[in-house]
């Protein structure tokens, strides 16, 4: 079945690390998105990606990196510049704007 | 620019109970709305859409949400939940274009209570 993986499920990591959180959809979908959720928060945009090889800043985007090398692959780097990187990280992606989007399980990341 | 506002950020229901999450959009074009939901701990489904035609969508669960141009709303409903359905509620909007971002609003919060 097509979907959106995003791995691992839980992670952990000391303040000052830098961490990599992986997203592989097999939907042939174009466009990729990264969010981050806090408690009882909306959504907010990270980081998108519309065209291999190409990708945009999001509202939040500073202390994260992405990259996209390949249409299925679109993994998110929080960095040690990240203030505070604790919180539920969400993966998309999406083709025309008829479908909408297609979501991931999410990675909830905490650091220590 | 698209706006999404949802005016309850929390709304608590009996079981079996009636129940509407409203919704509010701003936009100077045409615009595909959406309402998906999230379980806790887990990522967004989507419940419904509304491209064009029917004013009132069906989708999974027993929800339904009807369009309302003119007051520019796209109220969800549900005549019954269920303890199952406990969950955030999120409202979209993305323009008529062949593809486009999609632009969520804060979500609402719904707790049923038993």
């Known amino acids: 079945d097509g979907g959106i993986t995003q791995s691992p499920k839980y992670l952990f990591r000391k303040e000052g690390q830098n961490v990599t959180l992986s997203c592989e959809q097999n939907l042939n979908h174009d466009a990729m998105y990264w969010y981050r959720q806090d408690p009882g928060q909306g959504l907010r945009l990270i980081y998108y990606?519309?065209?291999?090889?190409?990708?945009q800043k999001g509202d939040i985007a500073e202390g994260y990196s992405v990259s996209r090398e390949k249409k299925e692959s679109f993994p998110l780097t929080v960095t040690s510049a990240q203030k505070n990187p604790t919180a539920f990280y969400l993966c998309a992606s999406g083709t025309d704007s008829i479908y909408g989007y297609t979501f991931g399980s999410g990675t909830r990341l905490t650091v220590v | 620019a698209q706006s999404v506002t949802q005016l309850d950020s929390q709304v608590p229901v009996f079981e079996e109970a009636p129940v509407e999450l409203r919704c509010n959009y701003s936009?100077?074009?045409?615009?595909?709305l959406f309402w998906y939901v999230q379980y806790p701990n887990q990522g967004l489904q989507l419940l419904l859409k509304y491209l064009s035609g029917s004013t009132l969508v069906k989708g999974i669960n027993g929800f339904e949400a009807e369009f309302n141009k003119s007051q520019t709303s796209f109220h969800l409903r549900k005549p019954s939940v269920h303890i199952s359905d406990t969950a955030e509620y999120f409202c979209?909007?993305?323009?008529?274009?062949?593809?486009?971002?999609?632009?969520f609003g804060p979500g609402t919060s719904l707790s049923v209570i038993p």
């Open positions: 979209a909007v993305t323009k008529k274009t062949s593809y486009d971002k999609v632009i």
């Open positions: 936009s100077s074009v045409s615009v595909y």
């Open positions: 990606s519309q065209i291999v090889n190409d990708f």
